[in-house]
């Protein structure tokens, strides 16, 4: 590379160094092009280092990746480094999904490439593998979001230049059968025939807990977690305020007992106030009826409610009630459902919810039938003027 003499308006060699420059633009693994410049003695070096015709290999080794680790061995790694920072829930759930990658633990991580994960697929999706997984399996959605993060986990500890190896044909391929469309507006008068079979199954047993425990989540618009993590001091009556701040962490796995949590699902929790009609009127029965005058307001044995044991009885109310219903967050959906049909306001929904966004709250803001009907009757009255002589 000559240099300018500005006295004499001529390019003079350098007097040390070498004496030619040349770049060129190579492709980085994670895309993109990167600018590369190179310093050689004579000009013919420099034009194979720019045509890039001596220089490939020597470039090659630079970004070849060192490591040799195998996908069990980085598995081990995350459970250690990255695992534990997560919440116990999250973790437990996390680790039972890692039985699904044995077809990866013995590849190098490094040839995990968009061709293996298709194979992955294929291996999870067998009719022979299926058959031994759970009936209700519609996707390896959850799977598949846990490869992504352990993956990540590895590009961003351990080799930089990894390019991750998921397209977007993968999402599609996940799919194992259609998901059932389940619906969650529960009317009223729904409500009311799903609380009438429920007490026929609860009452004068053991679960009666569970009936008024199914009236409370209703009442107070939350999550059956949040309902059955309520406590007696939660009612403050003379101030007519309820919280609503903690959930029940079902731990669905041997050896973890169930426990008791600050904080509802996805925040702080919420405070109702005035305390709702319905919720105070079964927290005056069921005190009544159960004695309970401090600690947990629903429980069996003096233990927390299982989320089995409320899941069956709620479904088999549903079932006797004959609604095409299931599950339990139902009763969230169906009270604030029927809170947005009454105000039609989505703030004051969203304070009843107890939710930070919004667009969560959207989903409750449902159209039925008979509004769309009732829209069109009082559009039908406005404009009749406009073709009546």
């Known amino acids: 590379m000559q240099n300018l003499d500005e006295k004499t308006g001529r390019w003079v060699e350098p007097s040390r160094g070498k004496k030619f420059r040349a770049r060129r633009y190579i492709k980085r693994i994670g895309g993109g092009l990167k600018e590369v410049k190179r310093f050689f003695e004579t000009i013919a070096e420099a034009k194979a280092f720019r045509n890039g015709t001596s220089v490939e290999k020597e470039l090659a080794k630079t970004i070849r990746p060192t490591s040799r680790m195998t996908f069990g061995e980085l598995v081990e790694h995350w459970k250690k480094d990255w695992l534990p920072n997560k919440d116990l829930s999250t973790q437990i759930r996390y680790t039972s999904y890692l039985k699904h990658f044995a077809f990866l633990m013995n590849m190098a991580v490094d040839e995990i490439e968009p061709t293996q994960i298709d194979k992955w697929i294929a291996h999870v999706k067998r009719p022979e593998y299926l058959n031994a997984c759970h009936s209700t399996r519609c996707s390896y959605d959850h799977e598949f979001s846990v490869l992504r993060v352990i993956l990540n986990f590895y590009s961003s500890r351990f080799n930089r230049n990894y ?132 600690g947990l307001l629903f429980q069996l044995d003096g233990k927390i409610i299982t989320y089995r044991q409320i899941e069956k009885r709620y479904t088999d109310a549903l079932k006797a009630a004959g609604l095409p219903f299931r599950a339990t967050h139902i009763l969230r959906h169906a009270a604030l459902t029927e809170a947005y049909e009454s105000c039609k306001d989505l703030l004051t929904v969203q304070k009843l919810a107890g939710q930070r966004d919004l667009r969560s709250t959207t989903r409750y803001a449902k159209v039925r039938d008979q509004q769309v009907a009732e829209t069109q009757r009082k559009m039908d009255e406005k404009l009749v003027s406009v073709w009546r002589k």
Not at 215 to 233: D, F, I, K, P, T
Not at 242 to 252: A, D, E, T
Request: positive net charge; aromatic residues 10%.
């Open 163 to 294: 390019r991750l190896p998921f397209i977007k044909d993968h999402q599609e391929m996940l799919k194992v059968k259609n998901k059932p469309t389940i619906k969650k507006d529960l009317t009223v008068d729904q409500l009311k025939a799903f609380i009438a079979s429920l007490r026929k199954i609860c009452w004068g047993t053991k679960w009666e807990a569970i009936y008024y425990l199914a009236l409370m989540q209703y009442g107070v618009y939350s999550r059956v977690q949040e309902a059955a993590a309520l406590s007696y001091e939660d009612f403050d009556l003379a101030r007519n305020v309820v919280q609503v701040n903690k959930k029940v962490q079902w731990l669905r796995a041997r050896g973890f007992e169930n426990r008791i949590m600050p904080g509802a699902k996805t925040n702080g929790g919420k405070v109702l106030t005035p305390i709702p009609e319905l919720a105070l009127q079964i927290f005056k029965e069921w005190v009544m009826r159960s004695g309970i005058r401090s």
